[in-house]
Structures are given as C-alpha cells and as structure tokens.
C-alpha cells in the first residue's frame, strides 16, 4: 500500500469520527480504538481481497464503510458500498466526495437483495463484517458475484454450528470454501478470523428471495 492510500484512510476516518458526534455511523468513537478496530481490522483481509479476481468490489452493510473503505483505497479496485441505513450512506456518501474519492468509491443505499437485482453478477469480490451468519453471507452474496469470485467474511466469534450449517449449504448456494485464517489484531487480544468463499457455479435456488428473507428466515 502507497503513502497516499494510508494518508486517504487517515483523513476518510478522522472526517467519520467528527461526522459521528451528530450521527450515529459507529460506536467507536476514540481515535486508537478506531485505529485498531476500523482500519487495521478491514485491512486485515487486504490479502483475501488481492487474491480474488480482478473486477469490481462491493461492501455489503458497509455502515460507516468498514471493511469497504480502506480495502477500496488499499487495493484501487473499483468498490461499492452497501447500506440500506439512508442517513448512514448519506453522511459517508458525503465524506467521499469532501475527499475527492467519488470516482473509485461509490455508495448504494439500499438492500443488498434489491441490489442484486439491478447488479447480478457484476461483482468479482465482496466483503461482510458484522452483518448475518455465514450462511447468510453466502445467501446475499452469491447473485452479486460473478463466477469464480470471492466472498470475505470477516468474523470474530464462529460457532461450530454456524460453521457446519454454511459448509453443509455451501454447494446448494453455488459457493465453496476457499481458505480460512485465524489470527490476533496488534494489541495481542482481539481474536479475528477471516473465511473466503468462491462461486464455483449457480446455486440450486432462485436468488435474491424475498426481501428481508434471508435474514428473516434463513435457510
Ligand atoms: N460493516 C460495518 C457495519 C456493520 S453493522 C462494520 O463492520 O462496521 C451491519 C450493517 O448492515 C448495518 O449498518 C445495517 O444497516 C446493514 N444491513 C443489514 N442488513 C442489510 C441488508 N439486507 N441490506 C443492506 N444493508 C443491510
């Protein structure tokens, strides 16, 4: 990652925070905590993410654009972030354009399932932190990726059930397992584990269901 990039992640997050004291877009409100938590946390996955398909990158229930931010100035793929929250893309929406970013990172706010249906398949890669189980992940996830592209799932806590069911659904959903890794942030107790899923082919059902379904009543 280049000089500019981090001096980019430095200003998008400082402008964030100071948008925060009057909306709500995280709970983390310090400077070193959103440091850790924020942006060494999204760019955690910067390696996933380079391993995936060249292509366009989408953040789904980016909230205050996190992992999709720093990833996208990482990375300088072409990146949209997801939010069906309006206010929360608004204010990020409007911090992008304060920073001249606009052209690389764009906001959608909206759901993920209507979404799917304006951009099926247009994605090569797609992030989720803090948004549903695996299994859901994959569910949202599969209509917007391409063949062969990546899903990464940044997570802190997997239960083995939650694990088992989205590899039990994984062919079912058109998706397979790639690669899994666990590791520690850089204050030696934040436990972290990053889990990537490919869209090997289309999956057994019709995608997107319902709106809210997925969430609602998962499979
Ligand atoms: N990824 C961010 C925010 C996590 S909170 C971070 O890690 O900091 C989860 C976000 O997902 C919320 O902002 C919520 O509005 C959004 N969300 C949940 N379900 C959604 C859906 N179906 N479509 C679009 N956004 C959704």
Request: proline share 3%; hydrophobic share 40%; net charge neutral.
């Amino acid at each position: 990652m280049n000089g500019s990039s981090k001096e980019l992640i430095n200003d998008y997050m400082s402008a964030l925070l100071e948008v925060n004291k009057h909306i709500n877009l995280t709970r983390i409100e310090e400077g070193e905590a959103a440091r850790l938590l924020h942006i060494e946390d999204s760019l955690s996955g910067l390696s996933e993410l380079n391993d995936a398909p060249q292509g366009d990158y989408v953040d789904l229930g980016s909230g205050g654009g996190f992992p999709g931010v720093p990833l996208a100035l990482a990375s300088g793929r072409q990146t949209l972030l997801v939010d069906s929250v309006k206010k929360k893309m608004a204010a990020v929406s409007s911090i992008l354009k304060d920073l001249d970013l606009t052209d690389q990172i764009s906001t959608y706010d909206g759901r993920i399932e209507e979404l799917s249906s304006l951009k099926n398949q247009c994605f090569s890669v797609a992030t989720a932190r803090a948004l549903a189980q695996l299994s859901v992940l994959m569910e949202l996830a599969s209509p917007l990726l391409r063949i062969h592209g990546r899903l990464i799932c940044f997570k802190a806590q997997v239960s083995e059930e939650e694990y088992s069911h989205a590899l039990k659904l994984q062919s079912y959903l058109g998706m397979k397992l790639v690669s899994d890794r666990s590791f520690v942030l850089s204050d030696g107790m934040t436990h972290r584990r990053i889990i990537v899923f490919e869209k090997v082919k289309q999956p057994g059902l019709k995608l997107p269901r319902r709106i809210g379904l997925a969430q609602k009543k998962p499979l």
